[in-house]
């Protein structure tokens, strides 16, 4: 299994600004990936974080808006970029062990609320 | 990946069994069925998945019927923590690795 831990949980901030939101794994994982939440929806993958490459965007998200890094292979960084109310959410990450077993964890989540 | 129906809502009294059913009725023979559950304020957590045959662990029982279409999660004995959002999700498990959610069954057990 894999512990994720992320930072900040939660945030208040001025639209026009950005933040942005560390992902800690404890221990060596293949995939990591972030999800956005809004409030009373089911999760919306962002984005594939590559480590020592670019991010891998889904339909609909673009890096000038949601820079993401991957230094190794336990930490990432998702940057939500000159931000709106529309873009208040729950942030979260995930990631994927390596193995057989294919079983991916999702770390608490970051709650932003864009004023 | 092939799309998941659930149904939107669910009730189960505490104690006993939670039967919670998905059609995945276009799922590819390379596809497993995952189970993820959300508690509130909490990320998604891992429950279980199988590719055919019939899965069990310490938290729940997999079904899946023998044409693959359909698969029923089965938590035996359903307590008040267990109230939360659960969602079916087939994906493949080499090449395209990310997670596609649907809506899920909100799940009550009520006391």
């Known amino acids: 299994s894999a512990v994720i831990s992320q930072k900040p949980s939660r945030d208040i901030c001025q639209r026009g600004t950005s933040l942005t939101i560390q992902c800690q794994v404890d221990?060596?994982?293949?995939?990591m990936f972030w999800y956005r939440q809004q409030p009373g929806q089911s999760l919306t993958l962002i984005a594939t974080?590559?480590?020592?490459?670019?991010?891998?965007?889904e339909s609909g998200f673009v890096i000038d808006k949601f820079p993401i890094s991957r230094p190794n292979l336990t930490f990432s960084t998702l940057t939500v970029s000159n931000m709106s109310p529309e873009d208040s959410s729950i942030y979260l990450c995930?990631?994927?062990?390596?193995?057989?077993?294919?079983?991916?964890?999702f770390g608490p989540g970051t709650r932003l609320t864009v004023t | 990946d092939a799309k998941t129906t659930q149904p939107t809502s669910m009730d189960c009294a505490e104690g006993r069994a939670a039967n919670l059913p998905c059609n995945h009725s276009t799922i590819s023979g390379n596809e497993y069925v995952y189970w993820y559950r959300q508690i509130h304020s909490q990320g998604p957590q891992y429950i279980i998945h199988?590719?055919?045959n019939n899965e069990t662990n310490e938290m729940a029982s997999l079904i899946i019927t023998e044409d693959r279409k359909s698969s029923t999660l089965i938590l035996p004995h359903a307590t008040l923590r267990d109230t939360a959002v659960y969602y079916c999700?087939?994906?493949?498990?080499?090449?395209?690795?990310?997670?596609?959610f649907g809506t899920g069954t909100r799940l009550t057990i009520i006391p």
């Open positions: 995930s990631a994927q062990t390596p193995g057989l077993r294919k079983e991916q964890y």
């Open positions: 974080a590559n480590q020592g490459s670019e991010a891998t965007y």
């Open positions: 221990s060596q994982v293949t995939m």
């Open positions: 999700i087939v994906r493949v498990d080499f090449g395209n690795e990310k997670l596609t």
């Open positions: 199988g590719l055919k």
